[in-house]
């Protein structure tokens, strides 16, 4: 009995010390979760690690000539982590007075005492994760790292420097929609169509999670590395896009209208020199004109009914299916008609029409009554035909531009569909019942002047990484002949009949004085608004020139004008010859090569002033000599007959570089490093800055930069 006893008490009080325990533990865990949760939690965060993303530096976007479209600009994000198990708390309260004034002194918007606040309230919090500065320059990220404190190092210190990159468009709004917005959602223009050549590889790194749901690296090395992207060159030339933008711009106030497109394309490459696509933004008063910006792309995205324009497809298509012939005549009598109870009138029709044409001075005066009846006779019978005749043409689809945006025609390819009915096939010969966008109308301009040859229009001519082509997009062919010789032939004695001089046609006075010829079409186009027609009008021209020899194809469309002015004659070819007037004076193969003229003597090659280490590079892989500076970030060239000469240029920090003599990449990159608002003018070399060199800068200080 004794021995059970104690056997029982040791059995209760085992028991008894177990639940104990139990509670004790289950006391700890209440403990935790409750007063110690923020510790605890904390201390997990330190141990707490992932493979995150790395995103590599973005290609550029340049211009044919060089010049920069779009460019990344590295900015920084400054934080402390007071939780670093290196830093040594002697040594930051000896350095806190030291760093704390740098920290005033470089990034310039707080005292010292209120970044000693700052770091102050991020160590007594514990904070792993305390923000000292957004968008810190790549120059003042380089004078950060060397202040007291700091230059320990990352671990050290507890200071990190979070890299972000800026896009950034030097030219503003032009051919701004073209170029595009580089955005996570919705981007659009070459910034969208060239973006997985653009992006680059994303990199793989470790990194920890501290407070706030932020990561840090472990450390400097990466599992991938990021592998920048590549430059896209476009095939835009700057200085032409400037020209068209200013044309266009000037037109569209002087008329106040809705919108405008100006495209230029070269003929035998189908590659596009200048897109200017500008919307009106803001309505002008009786003392300012409206304000219009490059909002929408209206060259690709905007398909509309192109009026008269249309007319060379429906034309072709007469003569190529429907037996018409270019000496073939109809009789427009009063012009004016009755199709199905539905008028259409000529332009003159109030002076008593054009009486008897042939089918080529029905285009060169853009008779509707002479289109229409010609369509009339050669397909009335079987509607079916010229649908066909169309698709065989290719105006029912889309020109597969890499851009994009671009909207799709819409053109019937069966009689009977849609809203077809007894009036199409005569609103459809004159540019009605189909939509096609600026580009698409141009297109097939482009493909008459080419010899029938019908091109894909491109916006970019090679890929390049640091300086090496990658890859070159040739000029690609979607057609060969879309047409006869004979009809061709008519096509381009019809277009070049209607910018004669000497003759009768819509577009006759406007090159009357230029020294080249011109082969085109003038369109005036009814706008459709909800009630049906209602007196706006869209006006527009298309052609190509020289029109003997064609190099160059251009489409200008003007919609929704309010001066009272609205047709193609007037409104789009004053902008068309603007345009080729600037094409025909800068492009030295139209004009003769004087000769006799001496040659100058062989010697290097010069080169613009900018960064040390990209010229040495070029120099060193063409086996250019030279001598001078290996030490500087930036220096001067001096090419002389046998060596180049670089010498030292210094770069102040919290002054304003001096860019003169460098091009537009390394001008942008030092500028906006410091701070700098930046406006340019031209393109080139630096010839001026408004802010003189080594002048200190403020925090609204802007320049301006002037390129030739």
Request: charged share 20%; glycine share 10%.
């Amino acid at each position: 009995m004794k021995n059970q006893r104690e056997f029982s008490n040791r059995t209760w009080l085992s028991f008894g010390l177990f639940v104990v325990l139990g509670l004790a533990i289950f006391g700890r865990i209440l403990w935790i979760q409750g007063a110690e949760h923020e510790q605890w939690n904390a201390i997990g965060e330190r141990f707490e690690s992932s493979v995150q993303s790395i995103a590599p530096a973005r290609g550029q976007i340049y211009a044919a000539n060089g010049s920069v479209l779009a460019t990344s600009v590295p900015v920084f994000e400054v934080r402390w982590d007071s939780k670093s198990e290196a830093i040594n708390w002697d040594t930051f309260d000896r350095e806190l007075d030291d760093l704390c004034a740098g920290l005033s002194e470089v990034l310039g918007d707080k005292s010292p005492a209120e970044y000693r606040e700052i770091l102050r309230n991020g160590r007594n919090m514990g904070r792993r994760n305390t923000l000292v500065a957004r968008r810190v320059s790549y120059i003042k990220q380089k004078q950060l790292v060397e202040l007291p404190f700091i230059r320990r190092g990352r671990f050290k210190s507890g200071f990190t420097f979070a890299r972000i990159e800026q896009r950034r468009k030097p030219f503003g709004d032009l051919a701004g929609r073209t170029i595009g917005i580089d955005r996570d959602e919705n981007r659009v223009g070459l910034e969208a169509s060239w973006n997985d050549e653009l992006a680059g590889v994303t990199g793989r790194q470790l990194q920890r999670r501290v407070a706030g749901g932020q990561w840090m690296p472990v450390s400097d090395d990466y599992i991938v590395e990021p592998v920048a992207g590549y430059d896209v060159i476009s095939s835009i030339d700057m200085h032409l896009q400037d020209v068209a933008s200013n044309a266009l711009r000037r037109q569209l106030q002087e008329h106040d209208a809705a919108w405008g497109t100006v495209i230029l394309m070269e003929v035998a490459t189908g590659k596009i020199r200048a897109m200017a696509n500008l919307t009106r933004t803001q309505e002008g008063t009786d003392d300012t004109p409206s304000v219009y910006q490059e909002s929408f792309n209206h060259a690709i995205g905007t398909a509309v009914e192109p009026g008269s324009t249309f007319k060379l497809a429906s034309l072709i298509t007469a003569m190529e299916s429907g037996g018409v012939k270019p000496d073939d005549e109809i009789d427009t009598g009063n012009g004016v008609v009755s199709f199905y109870g539905r008028r259409m009138s000529d332009s003159n029709a109030d002076q008593g029409g054009h009486g008897i044409l042939t089918t080529e001075e029905i285009f060169e005066v853009s008779s509707n009554v002479g289109t229409a009846l010609t369509l009339k006779g050669a397909f009335g019978e079987e509607p079916q035909a010229f649908l066909d005749g169309l698709q065989r043409l290719g105006v029912h689809e889309p020109t597969g531009i890499r851009l994009a945006g671009e909207s799709q025609p819409q053109v019937y390819t069966e009689v009977g569909s849609g809203r077809w009915s007894g009036l199409s096939l005569t609103q459809m010969s004159i540019g009605y019942e189909v939509t096609q966008t600026p580009l698409q109308i141009l297109n097939l301009y482009n493909a008459i002047a080419n010899g029938g040859t019908l091109m894909r229009p491109q916006l970019v001519e090679r890929l390049e990484s640091n300086g090496t082509v990658v890859r070159t997009i040739a000029p690609e062919v979607v057609k060969q002949r879309i047409c006869s010789a004979t009809t061709l032939e008519a096509c381009q004695r019809m277009m070049r009949r209607v910018a004669d001089p000497d003759g009768q046609g819509t577009a006759q006075f406007i090159f009357a004085k230029s020294p080249y010829t011109v082969a085109g079409k003038t369109g005036t186009a009814r706008i459709a608004g909800p009630n049906g027609y209602d007196g706006r009008y869209r006006a527009s021209f298309a052609g190509y020139f020289p029109a003997e020899a064609p190099r160059y194809s251009c489409i200008v469309v003007i919609a929704d004008t309010r001066s009272g002015v609205y047709y193609g004659s007037s409104i789009a070819g004053p902008v068309f010859r603007e345009l080729a007037n600037k094409v025909y004076a800068t492009d030295p193969t139209f004009h003769e090569s004087s000769q006799g003229l001496l040659t100058e003597a062989h010697r290097l090659p010069g080169a613009k002033d900018g960064a040390r280490e990209e010229l040495i590079s070029l120099y060193t892989a063409f086996g250019l000599p030279y001598t001078g500076d290996n030490t500087s970030d930036w220096v001067t060239v001096t090419t002389g007959d046998s060596a180049a000469a670089l010498t030292p240029r210094a770069i102040q920090p919290s002054h304003v570089p001096d860019v003169r003599g460098m091009g537009l990449r390394d001008a942008l990159y030092l500028l906006e490093n410091a701070g700098l608002q930046v406006q340019t003018k031209g393109s080139g070399t630096v010839r001026r800055q408004s802010l003189a060199p080594g002048s200190a800068i403020n925090r609204t200080s802007s320049i301006t930069i002037e390129l030739s």
